[in-house]
Antibody, heavy 121, light 108 residues
Framework: QVQLQESGPGLVKPSETLSLTCAVS?????????WGWIRQPPGKGLEWIGS???????YYNPSLKSRVTISVDTSSNQFSLKLSSVTAADTAVYYC??????????????WGQGTLVTVSS | DIQMTQSPSTLSASVGDRVTITCRAS??????LAWYQQKPGKAPKLLIY???SLEGGVPSRFSGSGSGTEFTLTISSLQPDDFGTYYC??????????FGQGTKLEIK
């Protein structure tokens, strides 16, 4: 059974960098699929942040591209999100997810439970 | 940039009702569309992919249809556990908004 678990600080100060890690169990990241991040501001809808396919192929939401970095650590079977220069608008529940690939895109089939990150001083 | 629009935004229905949620894309996405159900405080759950393919373990009362720009999710006979918010997602190409804005389904 594939399982994903997010971890990282629940509180980040404005202008700093938000960093989250997703630990994957039950499946090797090296074996394929897209691995990515999706967020949901409180009371609002889902927003795709970005995805990575193995190492080196990253795809980011155009609206966040200048601030986002997604990377993979195959040795620990984890992948990570960094979002720089955060503001209160980045306060959200952040989900990591595995996506079934369709050419260069995909759709999530396994999700982490989500972690709330609040941006506040 | 492809835009996804769901309707209605909220829906109230009774147990046993047939329920339909619509998702429209601003340009053709073939049949590259998925549907998710989200319960409060939980991660979304995949229901349908490739417009009409039922994910394993999902009850057969859920079905999807459509291609091009118009898609529907149908619940043939609404059950109490079907409350939640439903989202469509296009995976034809990357854009700012790959998800619809959501449809909140309430049980009367």
């Amino acid at each position: 059974q594939v399982q994903l678990q997010e971890s990282g600080p629940g509180l980040v100060k404005p202008s700093e960098t938000l960093s989250l890690t997703c630990a994957v169990s039950g499946y090797s990241i090296s074996n394929g699929y897209f691995w990515g991040w999706i967020r949901q501001p409180p009371g609002k809808g889902l927003e795709w942040i970005g995805s990575i396919y193995r190492i080196g192929s990253t795809y980011y939401n155009p609206s966040l591209k200048s601030r986002v970095t997604i990377s993979v650590d195959t040795s620990s079977n984890q992948f990570s999100l960094k979002l720089s220069s955060v503001t209160a608008a980045d306060t959200a529940v952040y989900y990591c997810a595995r996506s079934r690939p369709n050419d260069l895109t995909g759709y999530p089939d396994y999700w982490g439970q989500g972690t709330l990150v609040t941006v506040s001083s | 940039d492809i835009q996804m629009t769901q309707s209605p935004s909220t829906l109230s229905a009774s147990v046993g009702d047939r329920v339909t949620i619509t998702c429209r894309a601003s340009q053709s996405i073939s049949d590259w569309l998925a549907w998710y159900q989200q319960k409060p405080g939980k991660a979304p759950k995949l229901l349908i992919y490739k417009s009409s393919s039922l994910e394993g373990g999902v009850p057969s009362r859920f079905s999807g249809s459509g291609s091009g720009t118009e898609f529907t999710l149908t619940i043939s006979s609404l059950q109490p556990d079907d409350f939640g918010t439903y989202y469509c997602q296009q995976y034809d190409s990357y854009s700012v908004n790959i998800f619809g804005q959501g449809t909140k389904l309430e049980i009367k």
